[in-house]
């Protein structure tokens, strides 16, 4: 399966921000739930946000709502998350999935089983 591209990463202070993209050249992502997904060493990948087809629908982990926002940019083929107020917490490899399909319910949108295509992920470090 072709991986996904992330970029944006970086090292920051905490209360900066930051802003991811994911693309995907060869691969569309229309039609599709969007995710950013991120993980720690020895932990299991957590659901961070996603984003349905349209853009209208968004579904976010308690520990980033009100801090992250994710969007989509349909003619660019692109997924973008915004990470505003950064704490060290944040820190993690972030990872971006492409859904199996359209979705829009919480429970689809968390679970990491409903994407088959991810990315290699990039790095955001959080310094107090």
């Known amino acids: 399966q072709l991986p996904l591209e992330e970029s944006g990463g970086g090292s920051v202070q905490a209360g900066e921000s930051l802003r991811l993209s994911c693309s995907a050249p060869?691969?569309?992502?229309?039609?599709?739930?969007m995710a950013w997904f991120r993980q720690t060493p020895g932990k299991d990948r957590e659901f961070v946000a996603a984003?349905?087809?349209?853009?209208?629908?968004?579904h976010y982990s308690d520990s980033v709502k009100g801090r992250f926002a994710i969007s989509r940019d349909i003619g660019k083929n692109t997924v973008y998350l915004q990470m505003n107020n950064l704490k060290p917490e944040d820190t993690a490899s972030y990872h971006c999935?492409?859904?199996?399909?359209?979705?829009?319910?919480?429970?689809?949108?968390?679970?990491?089983?409903?994407?088959?295509?991810w990315g290699l992920g990039v790095l955001v470090t959080v310094s107090p």
């Open positions: 060869g691969l569309t992502f229309g039609g599709r739930t």
């Open positions: 999935g492409r859904g199996l399909k359209m979705f829009t319910t919480p429970q689809n949108m968390g679970a990491q089983d409903e994407y088959g295509n």
């Open positions: 984003v349905g087809w349209q853009g209208s629908i968004t």
